[in-house]
């Protein structure tokens, strides 16, 4: 048995199903799984609706509905199947498509999970894709979905764009089907579609350009040097799409020498960009990334379903909703930034961390996490810690380190998980991101505990590095 005979076992037991329940993650990933498989399902006639959970866990397994449906779990299940024992849910009422770390339990739940056959470079938004491909080859406009799904889950970030059957199976349906194009070697920034132009520059941090990087000013004085036109007559401000490819080649051969001149790499300057033509210029829909945000905004702010009705097309009233979301979002994460920046972190030998009390939502912490690493110490990783609402004796952890870190051997999820695991907790995600859930009174103890493990990792993956 392979990978592709468990997207053939997935396809079938879907195809043979009378009614389905799809029980999804509320980020980019999990909405745009939802939003594949269920168009998918409806395509086959089939009964289908839907549920979003922040996390799988006992406290929401309640939502999972106990009737006859297929129970499909995207983008979770593969590390929480000792739930669906406990709730005595069997084999046949259980499918799970994921690319987490997968948990050994007794019962044989049919899954779809890529990790296991070393493909750690596909979300569960591509995972669902193959699915719902095998189940009917004209599925292939939902490839763009997919596309936003994996760039959301920072498929794309390490290696500066998507790659292995992601990008020969996926992007090349979306580039056939027409409503993906690609560019090769883009410049490697966020907000290409909606930021002006020296902002782009400035908030990008990944590579981190002296003199422009976090600085607003700098960034607009260097293209001014360029004498790059940075407003309409009117004065209204251009983004990067809207510039000549000429002049994207004076910004980016500029940033490169910048780059040398201080003894920086330039590899991370240029990255494989994904662009929607068939979406509106000047919108956070008109590339992978800005979309990603979009719907993360929608997630994170309890409403994934309006994520994806716009996956489905609506861009009326969700589309709506969704940007003031976003709007929202991007105020509340810049407050929390700055909360961060303010308050300041305690660092240990291999990690710096806080605690924000029940200050900001737990959804959002780790995305705050990320962007304050730019502006701490980016050579060791950030955990930061918050109250969870629904249970006072529950800590939310989350965890961000840089590219540059993970390549000197560190692991974030291995080490939440493990450490999670000693205190009766749970944690999970991505070398470079991950979160956990632990007891409220083992928070000191498990920092010391996530400091050890990191260290570890260090000293196997480099036994100088201190």
């Known amino acids: 048995m392979g990978f592709s005979d468990d997207v053939d076992a997935a396809a079938e037991q879907i195809r043979a199903a009378e009614e389905i329940t799809i029980i999804s993650h509320i980020d980019a990933d999990g909405i745009s799984c939802e939003a594949i498989l269920s168009q998918a399902i409806s395509r086959q006639e089939i009964k289908v609706k839907s ?46 498509i994921d690319h987490h770390v997968s948990q050994q339990v007794k019962r044989q739940y049919t899954q779809v999970n890529c990790l296991p056959y070393g ?31 994996n760039v959301g889950d920072m498929m794309a970030r390490e290696k500066c764009g998507l790659v292995g059957m992601v990008r020969t ?61 940075q407003q309409t007559e009117k004065g209204r401000w251009y983004v990067w799409e809207e510039i000549s490819l000429e002049e994207k080649r004076t910004i980016i051969s500029a940033l490169a020498e910048q780059l040398i001149a201080n003894g920086e790499k330039t590899d991370r300057l240029f990255a494989e960009s994904y662009a929607f033509p068939d979406e509106q ?83 959002i912490v780790g995305i705050g996490a ?9 050579k060791k990783p950030i955990l930061i810690m918050c109250e969870v ?9 989350s965890m961000r380190t840089t590219e540059r870190v993970v390549e000197r051997g560190i ?29 409220k009174i083992a928070e000191e103890e498990f920092v010391i505990r996530v400091n050890r493990i990191l260290g570890e990792q260090f000293d196997k993956a480099c036994p100088a590095h201190r």
């Open 51 to 96: 549920v979003f959970v922040r996390q799988l866990e006992p406290l929401t397994m309640p939502q999972v509905p106990s009737d006859s449906s297929l129970k499909v779990f995207m983008d979770l299940g593969a590390g929480q199947q000792n739930l669906f024992e406990e709730h005595c849910l069997t084999e046949r009422e259980v499918l799970i």
């Open 119 to 149: 493909i750690d470079r596909m979300s569960a938004a591509g995972v669902a894709y193959l699915v719902a491909k095998r189940m009917d080859s004209a599925n292939t406009d939902l490839a763009k979905l997919a596309i936003i799904g």
């Open 169 to 229: 199976t996926i992007v090349e349906d979306g580039i056939a089907h027409g409503n993906v194009e690609v560019r090769k070697r883009d410049l490697n920034c966020y907000g290409t579609a909606t930021r002006p132009l020296h902002l782009s520059l400035a908030y990008n941090d990944d590579p981190f350009v002296k003199g422009i990087s976090n600085n607003p000013e700098g960034a607009r004085q260097f293209l001014k040097r360029l004498g790059i036109r």
């Open 281 to 363: 210029p000047r919108t956070p829909l008109r590339n992978a990334q800005e979309y990603a945000t979009l719907l993360n905004a929608c997630g994170r702010w309890s409403k994934p379903q309006v994520g994806g009705a716009i996956l489905r097309g609506d861009r009326g009233t969700a589309y709506r909703d969704a940007e003031h979301m976003l709007n929202n979002h991007r105020a509340i994460i810049r407050n929390l930034l700055q909360f961060i920046l303010d308050t300041g972190v305690k660092e240990l030998e291999n990690l710096q961390w806080l605690h924000v009390g029940g200050r900001y939502p737990d959804t």
């Open 370 to 378: 990320g962007m304050a690493l730019s502006k701490l110490n980016n």
């Open 389 to 397: 609402p629904e249970d006072t004796g529950l800590t939310k952890v």
């Open 411 to 439: 692991d974030l999820q291995q080490a939440l998980s493990d450490a999670s695991a000693e205190y009766g907790g749970g944690g999970g995600g991505h070398k470079i991101a991950a979160g956990a859930y632990i007891p």
